[in-house]
């Protein structure tokens, strides 16, 4: 069974240009995270869609980062245009519906490291 | 208030020996999650082991097991007979559950060095 893919893992790209990054979440999943990771921040929560609905979006950090959950296998995170303090890991995860045990732990991807020159 | 404390930034350890991580959270809601993620250098996240505030037993999957002490918000990671590949940072979490939110809210990480 595939877990939660990313695509792509790595991008380098020079200020001012537009970045997407994309995530399949693992079938049958309901929610669906975006995270970022740097070293002096340590993993932050970005945004997270329910049934493809954006339920919270306030860590989103400016304006140039959007997302998007077109269906309930695809989604995107876009940021436009990038900047250097952009670089870190963004990581995608997935859950199932809230409800009981089993359906509390997110599952993560393997992680899109952008590099913003 | 942080909800999740892990006040080990680095901990050292010879192998073979048994490691505990601590873990102390902070909530009022009486129904939550908490959960152990893994990340070692080649920087995935990998889920490790879970406990519901209601489960009556510690969590316990292979060599790792969570010391789950209710009254003392705590929920410590024991890994036992630790290995090589054991060296990576170690993230405690929690998911309250009254809220009707999915997040979980990730503590600062533990860095674990096992030596050889």
């Known amino acids: 069974d595939a877990g939660v893919i990313q695509s792509p893992r790595h991008e380098v790209t020079e200020m001012g240009q537009e970045v997407t990054l994309r995530c399949k979440p693992i079938?049958?999943?309901?929610?669906l995270f975006w995270y970022r990771q740097t070293m002096m921040r340590g993993l932050e929560l970005l945004i997270y869609?329910?049934?493809?609905?954006?339920?919270?979006d306030s860590g989103m950090p400016e304006d140039r980062f959007s997302a998007k959950m077109p269906n309930a296998s695809f989604s995107t995170l876009k940021i436009q245009p990038s900047e250097p303090r952009d670089s870190a890991v963004y990581f995608c995860?997935?859950?199932?519906?809230?409800?009981?045990?089993?359906?509390?732990?997110?599952?993560f991807g393997p992680g899109t490291r952008l590099t913003v020159l | 208030a942080q909800k999740i404390t892990q006040t080990q930034p680095g901990m050292f350890v010879q192998e073979k020996e048994a490691v505990t991580l601590d873990c102390t959270y902070d909530t009022s809601d009486p129904s939550y999650g908490l959960f152990w993620y893994k990340q070692p250098s080649s920087g995935e996240m990998i889920f490790l082991i879970y406990?519901?505030?209601?489960?009556?037993q510690n969590a316990t999957e292979g060599r790792y097991s969570l010391n789950f002490q209710k009254a003392r918000k705590s929920a410590n990671l024991v890994i036992s007979a630790s290995q090589l590949g054991d060296s990576a940072m170690y993230f405690c979490?929690?998911?309250?559950?009254?809220?009707?939110?999915?997040?979980?809210?990730f503590g600062k990480g533990t860095r674990l060095h096992i030596l050889p």
């Open positions: 979490a929690m998911r309250e559950r009254g809220n009707r939110d999915d997040k979980i809210i």
């Open positions: 995860a997935s859950n199932d519906s809230p409800g009981g045990p089993s359906t509390d732990t997110q599952y």
């Open positions: 406990q519901g505030s209601y489960d009556q």
């Open positions: 079938s049958g999943h309901n929610s």
């Open positions: 869609f329910n049934n493809n609905v954006p339920i919270d």
